[in-house]
């Protein structure tokens, strides 16, 4: 199977050793905390199943900028859009360097991650114009992407975080949501060595159907992943329950029996054009696909 991306091995960031999760839980609810916006939620989930690994936790203002402007951390690692924490204010933690970051996609707001704060930093307006154009190609504000990742707030959390559950998308998705620690391991339990991925956040027609034929026949690959966005999407968009039926029902119908995989993924779109299919690739690779 391929290496993840950097690393011999994936290194998610969700807790679980069963004992050091109650701990964490626990410790949890007597920490400051924050309910961080919808964007920063979906990173930590991908932090957590290991789809953004080798990465720790959310990058300080020097490696983002770094990301946006050459996708290369601070240290030469590679990295292709900004994995931040922004929020408006810091006035639920105070000077705290240890917090429980809270969802803000879930009633009640429960702990999503823990994180030790290693940087608080102030993004000056200049800094956010240029990872937009960067990452986005546009500061049009109209954009949706540029509107959710500009209207977060402008100081950076960053810091490893321990990640403590997925949010909505086990609830909601349990027979599509996967992190990319079990599609590894169902890809290696069915003998897979060349594996397809698929992104997409529609129904697949026709012609995306055939450019998976295609993609399997020409590279010998022994079967292939569809994994879908499941997180917000923009206005007008197909909901994802209708978009999970309509794929299962074409891989029914198209595709030989065990030969594809049905999953998803628990990230907000960010609508980046060529810089999220970069991104798509990496984790992709992360989850185990080698096209």
Not at 206 to 222: I, K, P, Q, S, V
Not at 280 to 287: D, E, S, T, V
């Amino acid at each position: 199977m391929i290496n993840p991306v950097g690393s011999d091995e994936l290194k998610p960031l969700f807790v679980y050793d069963v004992n050091e999760h109650e701990q964490l839980m626990h410790e949890a609810e007597s920490l400051p905390s924050i309910v961080i916006s919808s964007q920063a939620a979906g990173n930590a989930v991908m932090l957590g199943g290991g789809y953004f690994s080798p990465l720790k936790g959310y990058m300080n203002v020097a490696d983002a900028m770094g990301a946006a402007d050459k996708m290369t951390l601070t240290d030469g690692s590679f990295f292709p859009v900004p994995i931040m924490c922004l929020v408006e204010n810091t006035d639920a933690i105070g000077d705290a360097r240890r917090i429980a970051l809270r969802d803000p996609n879930v009633e009640g707001n429960p702990v999503l991650a823990v994180m030790d704060i290693e940087n608080i930093e102030e993004v000056s307006d200049e800094q956010m114009a240029f990872m937009t154009e960067k990452v986005y190609r546009t500061t049009d504000m109209e954009h949706p992407g540029v509107k959710a990742f500009n209207s977060q707030g402008r100081i950076a959390l960053s810091g490893p975080i321990k990640v403590l559950n997925f949010s909505y998308f086990i609830t909601d998705f349990p027979d599509t949501f996967r992190t990319a620690v079990e599609i590894r391991n169902e890809i290696k339990e069915r003998g897979w060595n060349k594996v397809v991925a698929f992104q997409t956040r529609n129904p697949m027609h026709l012609a995306h159907e055939e450019l998976c034929h295609m993609a399997m026949e020409r590279t010998g690959a022994d079967g292939l992943v569809i994994h879908m966005l499941l997180g917000k999407l923009k206005p007008g968009d197909i909901p994802a329950p209708v978009r999970d039926a309509a794929i299962r029902k074409m891989v029914e119908l198209y595709f030989p029996p065990n030969s594809v995989m049905v999953t998803g993924y628990g990230f907000d779109m960010l609508y980046a054009g060529p810089r999220e299919a970069v991104l798509h690739a990496y984790f992709r690779q992360n989850m185990g696909a080698t096209h």
